[in-house]
């Protein structure tokens, strides 16, 4: 599936993530993700991919054909597994918690990349602890 975005999370499990039904908002969060410019993946640069304020979202769960609202079928999302722009409208593929693969499609939404700020005080530990893991909890 060809990405018509500057940034992709294949392969990067999401640490974090949020849905507000109400407010129409998911916000899924990665501690890196692949820069398709350079294409150089950026292991250490937390960031945040936001979908919002959609005008309609359904979904198709694994192979079958049938759209549901996103309401009825949505899990926690544990990869984004493709996603592409077409005109107003963003489709996506993810992989949830639970193991199903939900082919996601907004129409006409607020996409947002945002990188966070961390202090190199905060990378070296990252570094350290995926390195040689958690033994100790100082920061």
Partial sequence: MKNTFEYSFDDES???????????K??????????LITKERLLYSPCIFKIQ????AKCLV?????KY??????????MILYMKKIEDDLEIMVMT?????????FSEPDIEFVL???SRK???????????GNKNNCL
Avoid: H, P
């Fill in 69 to 78: 609202d996103l309401d009825q079928q949505m899990g926690i999302v544990e």
């Fill in 97 to 105: 918690l639970d193991g199903r693969y939900l082919t996601i499609f």
């Fill in 26 to 35: 998911m916000e899924i969060y990665f501690s890196g993700y692949i820069d």
């Fill in 62 to 66: 694994g192979d079958n054909k049938k």
């Fill in 53 to 56: 304020n959609w005008v309609r």
């Fill in 14 to 24: 999401a640490d974090k993530f949020c849905y507000d039904i109400v407010n129409k």
């Fill in 116 to 118: 966070e700020k961390i």
């Fill in 122 to 132: 905060t990378f070296v530990f990252r570094l350290w602890n995926s390195i040689f």
